[in-house]
């Protein structure tokens, strides 16, 4: 991998603001927008980990730029105008508490990070600090909001994070980086669902639903 | 050899959905899942090491699970004919594919010697699995698969992220780029420890999750309580067990580089957890098929507790592989005839299962004392043995905690169980279909192999096993 860029250190700071945005925001549309930019500014990462723009690097981020950026946001969006979902997130926990969170998990990626012996130089500590940051906004999203739509946003963000780190591979090793892309198809498979379905909360607990299951 | 093994199933599936017969597509499902057993045997038989430089290959390892599911697969589509034949489930189609395209899924992950390859094919495993969970379209079916795929994904998406690592171990280290599990083996000497130790847990956690390991286990009670009877063997048996067999995987590549004494903790400190978690929630389950969840926790958990104690632990490890897989499908389709036949999975509303469907009632009950670890089943072997290296180890503490949560699990279940299937059923519950031969000559078939195993444990199964052994610890076909 090429010597981080100063381009590559500022695509990453603002993939780490926008999971900040994306947990403290209060509307599913902006958190939808926020994921959709998140994804389309990781699908320019390859670009810049490969010395030269060959054909695997321009088709990562074309395949990357189309999936995350503009179909799976687009399939979000849809699910908000033909289900009565309010504007809302609903968070189980408050903005602040979870952007707090969010915060520390921030700091204990950077520190974890640092623990480990690294071949690279700052730039793939940075680019782990940011994959492990993201996955853990993407996590917090997952289990703190009660929206099923917001569940999947957060589920997006959580398989950004895995993808930052894939870009450490991904000249030595394209297809385990490639395979990635099943777990977008899972992503879409979700919002596929609750389009169909029209699920537009998130299910309760097992204990909570066997235990309405019993009283019926 | 191997990608004919993966083709046919999937061409099974291409042939199930074209067909337009909804009565004949059911057979494709049997013709498929026998050629299949026909085909596991012939590989197995000509002793397919793994191809060297191979991204597939079949190891002793993999010869075992591949063996297993392929087992499971003719029992549950033997089983799913006669499931199937019912007018309240018109379009099969979904079922036969979904069911053949994890088939074809679980015996990729069987054959692979790629880590990368592994997650391809428990990723399409877990989707194949998705549509067979929803197929009774139950009411809690849609949020038993949304838990599941939900849960399971996020594991996928953490197991992948431990197969990173464990190439980023190899690049790292100035190793050439490789996932291959020989390759990785070799080299494990090379690689950083923390690199390897922290992919072992993200692996653990991730692939743990398809496993059903505490605390990741939380989707299982709901898909095990909405999924039909041939989803749940298959799921129970099959998909565990390749998941497993990823965590054993990795655990040797930690093991052959010497950084597996966190690994180990980490798995024995999972195994009990799900053992104790799954003991408890025995207790007073009022809901005989989400405690079939419990009880493949459980087993989860021992596996875990086994692989991580290592040593003489693991013929028994690999013995109860193969010993549960088969005990907890056989207790999930029993489990499935006796629903199906009351039309409620509540214990409280059935009374009388052994007179009501006497091979049904009779083999469950059975299948009980199978899983609980109760001679002369195979899982009382291979218990026996796992607790018996414990003790021989000095792990005296870990041993006696097994004995208790297993002591415990046994009295859950059979509070459950027994009441369920002893007494006189009442006459008001009658209306339902009685015993279908395709329902029951399965089951039956799967309680001779298990009380086979644990009568005399047949030479080329031991042979095999003992393969195994040898190459978890060495490295050696």
């Keep these: 991998m090429s010597g981080a860029s100063s381009l590559m250190a500022s695509l990453l700071m603002l993939v780490m603001l926008l999971n900040f945005y994306c947990i403290g925001t209060s509307r599913v549309r902006s958190l939808v927008y926020g994921v959709a930019l998140q994804g389309a500014l990781l699908a320019f990462m390859p670009l810049m980990v490969f010395d030269e723009p060959t054909a695997i690097p321009v088709l990562m981020t074309a395949l990357t730029l189309a999936i995350k950026g503009v179909v799976l946001p687009l399939v979000l969006l849809r699910a908000m105008r033909e289900l009565p979902i309010a504007r809302e997130v609903e968070p189980l926990l408050g903005f602040v508490t979870t952007s707090i969170y969010a915060a520390v998990g921030t700091l204990v990626a950077i520190v974890y990070v640092q623990s480990l012996p690294w071949a690279g130089g700052r730039a793939t500590e940075l680019i782990a600090a940011a994959a492990m940051a993201t996955l853990f906004t993407g996590f917090l999203i997952l289990v703190t909001r009660l929206k099923a739509l917001v569940q999947i946003a957060g589920f997006l963000i959580l398989i950004n994070g895995v993808y930052i780190f894939g870009m450490l591979l991904v000249e030595a090793m394209p297809f385990v980086v490639g395979v990635g892309v099943l777990l977008d198809l899972v992503a879409a498979i979700f919002a596929t669902t609750i389009i169909v379905r029209r699920i537009t909360r998130a299910f309760p607990t097992d204990h909570a639903a066997a235990h309405s299951a019993e009283e019926d | ?477």
């Design chain 2, 1 to 477: 050899m191997e990608v004919a093994i993966i083709a046919l199933p999937l061409a099974g599936a291409l042939a199930a959905l074209l067909l337009r017969s909804d009565a004949r597509r059911p057979l494709i499902l049997v013709a498929a899942a026998l050629s299949h057993l026909i085909g596991s045997i012939a590989l197995v038989a000509s002793d397919g090491t793994a191809s060297s430089g191979g991204w597939l290959g079949l190891d002793a390892p993999g010869q075992l699970v591949l063996m297993l599911i392929s087992v499971l697969g003719l029992v549950t589509a033997v089983y799913a004919v006669g499931y199937l034949d019912d007018p309240r489930r018109p379009d099969n189609r979904p079922f036969v594919v979904g069911l053949l395209a994890m088939l074809a899924s679980l015996t990729l992950v069987a054959c692979a010697q790629h880590f990368g390859l592994v997650w391809v094919g428990i990723t399409g495993a877990t989707l194949s699995a998705a549509p067979l969970i929803y197929f009774d379209r139950g009411p809690g079916a849609l949020a038993a698969t949304w838990r599941y795929l939900l849960i399971v994904a996020i594991g996928l998406a953490l197991a992948l992220l431990g197969t990173f690592f464990v190439g980023y171990a190899v690049v790292g280290a100035g190793q050439a780029p490789s996932l291959l599990y020989d390759e990785l083996v070799r080299i494990a000497p090379s690689l950083p420890h923390p690199w390897l130790e922290s992919s072992f847990l993200l692996l653990l956690v991730g692939y743990g999750s398809a496993m059903g390991l505490a605390p990741m286990h939380t989707w299982k009670p709901g898909a095990y309580g909405e999924a039909p009877g041939p989803t749940g063997a298959l799921v129970a048996g099959g998909l565990t067990s390749c998941a497993f067999l990823a965590v054993m995987r990795a655990l040797h590549v930690c093991d052959a580089a010497g950084a597996d004494e966190l690994p180990r903790d980490a798995l024995i400190a999972i195994g009990l957890l799900s053992m104790g978690l799954a003991a408890v929630l025995l207790l007073y389950q009022r809901d005989f098929k989400r405690m079939l969840a419990y009880a493949v926790v459980e087993h989860m958990g021992i596996l875990a507790v086994g692989l991580g104690l290592g040593g003489a632990a693991l013929f028994g490890t690999l013995l109860h592989l193969v010993a549960s897989g088969l005990a907890a499908a056989l207790l999930v389709l029993s489990a499935a005839n006796i629903h199906r036949a009351y039309g409620t999975s509540s214990s409280e509303r059935i009374i009388g299962a052994m007179r009501r469907l006497p091979l049904s009632g009779s083999v469950f009950l059975l299948a009980f004392f199978a899983v609980t670890g109760a001679p002369p089943f195979g899982p009382f072997v291979s218990q026996l043995w796992i607790v018996g290296s414990a003790f021989a180890g000095g792990s005296a503490l870990i041993a006696i905690l097994f004995l208790v949560f297993v002591l415990i699990a046994f009295i859950g279940m059979g509070a459950t169980v027994l009441p369920l299937c002893q007494g006189r059923f009442l006459a008001s519950s009658a209306a339902r279909p009685r015993e279908r031969g395709l329902t029951v000559v399965p089951i039956v078939g799967l309680l001779v192999l298990i009380v086979v195993l644990g009568l005399a444990l047949p030479l080329p199964l031991e042979e095999l096993i003992d393969r195994g052994v040898a190459a978890l610890h060495t490295g050696a076909p």
